[in-house]
């Protein structure tokens, strides 16, 4: 087991890998609460992040109706934990450079397959961050929107 990493260390891990890193665990769930957990593409902007998938898809229908999420970012054994909540946008909302971005980032640009698919917009709200069990104390990097220190 690795020696625990301070707060610091891992908000700095959490914010390289929302620069750098492609794909999202992406959790939702049904007003019934019926689980679904899929991958998806992500941009982030610096408060957000940006992924899309078609508005009938079991993710695009939760996302819609719950407007919540959860995100896993990272490994198994180096994850962060992302609630968030979700806004949902018209694949055409967006400004033609937000949509560039994203298409350059991930390899896949949804606006080529038109209304069915939309953007949702996923604004953390609480972000958890560890590897091991001896940084499960301290993992909450992020509380009510604000990181901590």
């Known amino acids: 087991m690795t020696a625990a990493r301070s707060r ?6 959490t914010q390289e890998r929302l620069a750098q890193d492609v ?9 019934e609460g019926e ?5 998806l593409s992500f941009d982030w902007d610096g408060e957000a992040l940006l992924v899309a998938t078609p508005a009938a898809s079991p993710t ?3 996302l819609i ?4 999420a959860r995100v896993g970012l ?5 994850v962060s934990m992302i609630d968030g909540d979700v806004e949902v946008l018209a694949i055409d909302a967006l400004p033609q450079e937000t ?6 980032r991930s390899g896949f640009d949804p606006r080529e397959y038109g209304a069915s698919y939309r953007w949702f917009r996923i604004t953390p709200r609480r972000v958890q961050a560890w590897r091991e069990e001896n940084e499960l104390r301290g993992r909450e990097i992020m509380r009510d929107g604000r990181w901590l220190s």
């Open 65 to 68: 109706a719950t407007r919540k």
């Open 60 to 62: 695009g229908r939760n």
């Open 8 to 13: 610091a260390e891992r908000l700095a891990g």
């Open 74 to 78: 990272g490994l198994t054994r180096d």
């Open 35 to 39: 689980p679904y957990l899929v991958p």
């Open 23 to 31: 794909d999202v665990w992406v959790a939702s769930a049904s007003p």
């Open 99 to 104: 949509g560039d971005r994203f298409a350059a």
